[in-house]
């Protein structure tokens, strides 16, 4: 997938916030990635740091042709979106249809609203969830589950919460990048899932990766098409580890990428339910 067209597609005030700390991390720097941000805060869009910012103002048309012109070239579509926001109801179905039109792979990562943040941001994300059917993988996390994190920080405001998921959704796509540029893609999961960790060792980081606050395990016993990816280490032990996990007859892909950094990432991406 190296060499196709990839388009990150911010959508909403949250999913261009997270397109904006890809950009600061380098994310798809050594691939054929452009990112786009889609929203209808001016302010926010301008601090994106994309060339191609389309403000979701009241000219429908001209919007619709831009963003239908963004995705033209691209062979993969990733979207990336904080549901509940009325940016997402607008613009989620016509990125899907647009990228499907284009026979474009399809993968979306987005997070649910807080509770805390009302009915109307509710009723706004469960139709969001709705279009997110159409993708070929998407990657739909409870916001309450960044909760979690608190096991790994000290205690942290709502505010810091919503930097925790940019932080996920940067790595998430990193993951899947770094995976779909193995020889078993895993575009087509359809309901998936991802978690990652690190440590001294691959096993250290294996284990680290199962006990990602989004990833459960008991989903990761009954997946079917499992993507594990480590940089580094005596894998032997980390395999072994994971392979007791999952059921005997799932289909597990595993690479080892030998250049890693002082510590050793472990990620896994696995298929909840296929389309």
Not at 14 to 23: D, E, F, H, P
Not at 100 to 126: D, H, M
Request: aromatic share 8%; hydrophobic share 45%; charged share 25%.
């Amino acid at each position: 997938m190296d060499t196709d067209k990839i388009k990150i597609v911010g959508v909403g005030e949250g999913g261009v916030r997270a397109v904006a700390k890809m950009i600061a991390e380098g994310v798809g720097r050594r691939k054929n990635v452009d990112f786009v941000a889609v929203g209808k805060d001016e302010n926010i869009l301008l601090t994106s740091a994309t060339k191609n910012n389309i403000f979701l103002n009241r000219d429908a048309p001209t919007i619709y042709k831009r963003i239908s012109a963004n995705l033209r070239d691209a062979k993969v579509v990733i979207i990336v979106a904080g549901l509940g926001g009325s940016a997402a109801v607008g613009a989620l179905p016509r990125i899907i249809s647009f990228a499907k039109n284009n026979n474009a792979a399809t993968i979306a990562f987005a997070n649910l609203p807080f509770i805390l943040e009302g009915v109307e941001r509710k009723k706004k994300a469960e139709y969001s969830l709705n279009c997110l059917r159409d993708v070929d993988t998407a990657f739909i996390i409870p916001t309450e589950k960044f909760f979690l994190f608190r096991l790994y920080q000290k205690e942290i405001s709502v505010g810091e919460l919503f930097d925790v998921a940019n932080e996920i959704f940067s790595m998430g796509v990193k993951i899947f990048l770094d995976m779909t540029a193995d020889k078993n893609e895993p575009l087509k999961l359809g309901e998936a899932a991802f978690g990652y960790g690190f440590g001294a060792t691959a096993l250290e980081a294996m284990k680290n990766a199962v006990k990602f606050p989004s990833l459960d395990t008991d989903e990761l016993s009954r997946a079917t098409k499992i993507f594990v990816r480590v940089t580094g280490g005596n894998d032997t032990p980390a395999k072994n580890f994971i392979k007791k996990i999952i059921p005997p007859d799932a289909k597990l892909s595993w690479h080892v990428d030998n250049a890693h950094g002082e510590k050793i990432l472990a990620s896994i991406v696995f298929s909840k339910k296929e389309v």
